[in-house]
């Protein structure tokens, strides 16, 4: 079983439209988390770390449901240069390892 | 402030051939990851450094790669022989602190194609 797993999409929104995805992690020992936005062909940024259960970043907001192991990004009022994929990240704090997502891709449609 | 760099950015490779990739971090990062991204799918830890010394490289196929960063800045991770499936991105990721208080930084990384 992955580590962690994502839905890879694609989502196809129109501008200003919400959206929200979801992230399931396996190991119940996992003590961060974080979501990174991947421009194509450019390499991983981070957009927000989750340390507890969960904050908002202006229109960006990340929930982190620990029973439940899954953590979930909300985009507000989408922009064109929304347009990414974004990678869920969990960090298993013991080794300090990172596992990240197979990342869920979003285009949004003017 | 500069960020991390890597080079060269694009290798083209023959099956069996060797090849390294060279990493330099943001100044006084002293933690440093060398992940593999291959195509569709997320990037996957290869081997973790802190300072000189390996933190984690359990994820490292050591039969073919190998990687060093003997005085702590620069790193260079090395494949040999390569294997067709071993074309990916490669990305070198540093952070001041390690673990989940360290934000990690990537640099554009190197594309690899095994023909």
């Known amino acids: 079983r992955k580590e962690v797993e994502q839905d890879p999409g694609p989502f196809n929104v129109p501008e200003g439209a919400t959206v929200a995805f979801n992230c399931t992690y396996s190991?119940?020992?996992?003590?961060?988390f974080f979501w990174y936005r991947q421009d194509c062909r450019k390499e991983p940024k981070l957009l927000m770390s989750v340390y507890s259960s969960g904050n908002e970043d202006g229109r960006f907001t990340a929930q982190l449901n620990r029973a439940s192991q899954y953590i979930s990004l909300l985009i507000r009022d989408s922009k064109l240069s929304d347009s990414a994929t974004y990678l869920c990240v969990v960090n298993i704090g013991t080794g300090n390892q990172f596992y990240f997502g197979t990342g869920t891709s979003l285009t949004v449609i003017p | 402030e500069a960020g991390v760099a890597q080079s060269p950015r694009y290798k083209i490779i023959e099956k069996r051939q060797s090849v390294a990739f060279w990493c330099n971090p943001i100044s006084g990062h002293a933690t440093l990851y060398w992940y593999q991204q291959i195509l569709g799918q997320g990037p996957k830890l290869l081997i973790q450094f802190q300072n000189n010394g390996v933190v984690d490289d359990s994820q490292l196929p050591k039969d073919r790669f190998s990687a060093e960063r003997l005085k702590g800045v620069d790193s260079t991770l090395k494949i040999q022989p390569a294997k067709l499936e071993d074309s990916a991105v490669y990305l070198c990721?540093?952070?001041?602190?390690?673990?989940?208080?360290?934000?990690?930084?990537f640099g554009p990384g190197t594309r690899l194609t095994v023909l």
């Open positions: 190991n119940s020992a996992s003590q961060s």
């Open positions: 990721a540093s952070s001041l602190v390690p673990g989940r208080y360290g934000t990690q930084y």
